[in-house]
């Protein structure tokens, strides 16, 4: 059964009214109105003078009413957004489990370095000689990313992850085009990608072709390669993978895609599975993404911006879009210009300026203050906390291939069975106990997905709390007659179960005078 949208029901064994109070508001949690419906109006926070009766100067266009701000005094502004701030969860608060989102612990070290006023009160059109210590930082951190990597050649412009994969689709598309097979069209990619591999490849018109996954949670590299063939542009595939193992025959297929003349594109964004340990240009691959969000723990997730350096392989190098970063006589310099006399067959460029500057600042200074044997270390703690966790739930969920997994754990929802509880209730009375839920439903390989990773900067304790939790949750789901519970939650959250379908469908992005809000 699809319980996804389920409208809440009262759960019956609720006290009725005993959780109740005279303003809805629970301890020191505020029923927090709307900014709008908060409304005094004629009230502000400053004392503007009286407007001049000066002419128009914006022809017919007249003002045809007010624009409906709200009015309010600045203290009522300053608590309505302390409030709402307080009511986010964040890798601040606590354990943040969402597997393939690596929600680590953001060093504060990261955060002083990319506050330095020579960092962040840069403008991206100031003279290139006043920048030149931004610039060996991109230079420094290029540097690293491809040492990490073992590319010969990075660019730092892309947004996100979901951005440098399309960096990279295109410059595969220009490497092609360049030797006169801009005929291949077609791009492998296995069941397990994530969402945004075959959106990435459909963007940029070439034909999404499946690969089935094999039952051990690898792709099955025999009908990978029984697929290749002259119309293949290349293969995107994600290792680890979504189902956090290993891709073990990531050689033997980049060997097969290279010689039928494709590209290899790997989804980097499990890199903190591997970073220090494997390097992505020994495995064969041309082109990757490294979500520096993820692996480098720049904050993200309704935080910060996300960022997407890509690496390239030698055959894709020259197709690098601008900017980049040169060493010229007067010290450093970008590129910024494609056709220009320095950008040599760079395809064009992703996005306007040079990146995200203050992620490239904190990336960087984790890079630095981890170290080579730090980030070695970062990568086995990670893989160990994961299969710490699968080891102390194996037993009581279901695993959905044996281990061992990488960075990340998953479990379907066989242990549900009969029980009347689906993934997504687990998931809803996980936040009543306090804790972020996991990925849910993905991958869409096995069955009501949950997928486990916890990250290296969770303690052994910190594991223990939520392995215990969702221990006694899956018990309690078996303990039968439990399913009225579980669907009733969460119970404890400002908003309780939201028909969460008709929010995306139907989204009401706007407040309008009168319409009231939708019950909780
Ligand atoms: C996060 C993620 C992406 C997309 O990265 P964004 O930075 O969110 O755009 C792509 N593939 C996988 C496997 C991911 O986990």
New binding site residues.
Partial sequence: MNAQGRPTAAFAGESAGGEETVTGNRGLRIEEPLIFEQDSPGMTGVDLPAVPDAPLRLGTVRPRGRIGLPGLAEPQVVRHYTRLSQKNYAIDTGLYPL????MKHNPRLNEKMARLPGFADLHPLQPQATVQGALELMDTLAHWLKTLTGMPAVTLAP???????MCGMMAIRAALEHRGEGGRTRVLVPES?????PATAAALGFTVDPVPGAPDGRVDAAALKAKLGSDVAGIML?NP??CGLFERDIRSIADAVHEAGAYFYC?G??FNAIVGRVRPADLGIDAM?I?L??TFSTP?GGGGP???PVVFSESLAPFVPVPFVVHGPDGLRLVEHAGGPDAGTAFGRMKAFHGQMGMFVRALAYILSHGADGLWQASGDAVLNANYVMARLGDVMTPSFDGPCMHECLFDDRFLKGTGVTTLDIAKALIDEGFHPMTMYFPLVVHGALLIEPTETESRAGLDQFVDTLRALAERARAGDAAAWFQAAPRLTPRRRLDETTAARKPVLRWKEGEGRAGP
């Fill in positions: 597997g393939s989102c690596t947004a996100a992850g979901a951005h440098g994969e990608a994530h969402g945004t591999n994600t993978n979504t989804d964004a499990n993404h979500n969000h993820k993200h996300g960022s997407g």
